[in-house]
Structures are given as structure tokens and as C-alpha cells.
T-cell receptor, first 113, second 110 residues
Framework: AQSVTQPDIHITVSEGASLELRCNYS??????LFWYVQSPGQGLQLLLK??????LVQGIKGFEAEFKRSQSSFNLRKPSVHWSDAAEYFC???????????FGAGTRLTVKP | DGGITQSPKYLFRKEGQNVTLSCEQN?????MYWYRQDPGQGLRLIYY???????QKGDIAEGYSVSREKKESFPLTVTSAQKNPTAFYLC?????????FGSGTRLTVV
């Protein structure tokens, strides 16, 4: 079965600085990959997804992620972080039809003024 | 607008009591899921259903039960057999391109 690792439990960045959140997956075939964001006490919102094709994926809120098969990674990036980006971020890996999607443990992002 | 509605937002359970969390979707999605979220543990799958009248256990099904009598509805019952039910519960649905989540129910044992 597939699995996801988010190595960083908590990251702090200054407002305006760049951001990269790491995600490593384990799956034998080409995975479906996702990044979600969760504000406190809320559900998860889809930021972006990768199914196939261009390995650099653009999402909402200025986020992007790059699929690197050789490194089994799908890192999330943003060039300039805003205070409103403070939240918890989850990487997820799915298989065909996404009926068995696995989530990482999450990375909590704090943004310093 | 289409989406998933979870209710109530907050729920309190007494020891030995069963409680039911509601999840309704109007997205016409076939598959629905229940996750439990605890601090630092991410999301753990409780139950999922791919079609009406069928559901499967996830990784932590003990102490929980579900039904799927209608495509739109997938209620979760937390039974008295669940010894540590205090958590945030998330319902989701999917078609083929990622999950849509509800806003969650926070359950607390009092």
C-alpha cells in the first residue's frame, strides 16, 4: 500500500519569505498526489493535485508543487508567504479512482510578522 | 453550491453513550469517507463507502459504525465501545479527482 511522509512537523517562516514543505511518498506505480490545507477547526481544502503530465503543478493561493519521480517527492512551494498562509498542510497519495488515499501527518506552518 | 455538510459542529458525549455524526453531500459523489484527526497524527480512516448499501472498514473501525442507505448520506455512530472518542471527525466524498471535505465535527467526552 502507498504511504506518505512529511518530515517536518512544524515550520516557521517570516512573512514575505519563500516556503518549501517536503513530502515523500512510497508507491510502486505512478501515484496521484495532492496537497491540502487546513485552518484550525476547519475541513481540508485542496490546494493542488498531480495525476500525470507536467511535473510542475500550479494550485490556488499562489502555491505550486513539483513531482520528482527519482526522489519520490512532491514538495510544495510558495515564493512569498503571507500571514494568512499560517495553517496545517497535508500531503496525500492516492491510487486509481482515489478510493484509498493516504495522508501524511501534516506540517504546521507558522508565519512571523 | 455543491458541498459536504457535517453536523453538529460540536458534540458532547457522556460515558457509555452512543452518538451519531451526520454527513450529507450534494455533489453526486459515489464514494464517501470518515476520518478521525488527533493532534500530531494526521488523518486516520475509520470507514469508507464506494456505493450505496456497501461500506468497508478502514484502519481504526473498532467502536464505530456507519450506514449508507442513500447516496447523499453517510452517518457515523460512535458507540460506547470506542474508549477514547474525543477527536475531530472529518467526512469526505470523492468522484475521481481528489476528495472534498466537510468542515468537521469536534466530539468531546464529558
Amino acid at each position: 500500500a502507498q504511504s506518505v511522509t512529511q518530515p517536518d512537523i512544524h515550520i516557521t517562516v517570516s512573512e514575505g519569505a519563500s516556503l518549501e514543505l517536503r513530502c515523500n511518498y512510497s508507491y510502486g506505480a505512478t501515484p496521484y498526489l495532492f496537497w491540502y490545507v487546513q485552518s484550525p477547526g476547519q475541513g481540508l481544502q485542496l490546494l493542488l493535485k498531480y495525476f500525470s503530465g507536467d511535473t510542475l503543478v500550479q494550485g490556488i493561493k499562489g502555491f505550486e508543487a513539483e513531482f520528482k519521480r527519482s526522489q519520490s517527492s512532491f514538495n510544495l512551494r510558495k515564493p512569498s508567504v503571507h500571514w494568512s498562509d499560517a495553517a496545517e498542510y497535508f500531503c496525500a497519495v492516492g491510487v486509481y479512482n482515489n478510493n484509498d488515499m493516504r495522508f501524511g501527518a501534516g506540517t504546521r506552518l507558522t508565519v512571523k510578522p | 453550491d455543491g458541498g459536504i455538510t457535517q453536523s453538529p459542529k460540536y458534540l458532547f458525549r457522556k460515558e457509555g453513550q452512543n452518538v451519531t455524526l451526520s454527513c450529507e453531500q450534494n455533489l453526486n459523489h459515489d464514494a464517501m469517507y470518515w476520518y478521525r484527526q488527533d493532534p500530531g497524527q494526521g488523518l486516520r480512516l475509520i470507514y469508507y463507502s464506494q456505493i450505496v448499501n456497501d461500506f468497508q472498514k478502514g484502519d481504526i473501525a473498532e467502536g464505530y459504525s456507519v450506514s449508507r442507505e442513500k447516496k447523499e448520506s453517510f452517518p457515523l455512530t460512535v458507540t460506547s465501545a470506542q474508549k477514547n472518542p474525543t477527536a475531530f471527525y472529518l467526512c469526505a466524498s470523492s468522484l475521481a479527482s481528489g476528495y472534498t471535505f466537510g468542515s468537521g465535527t469536534r466530539l468531546t467526552v464529558v
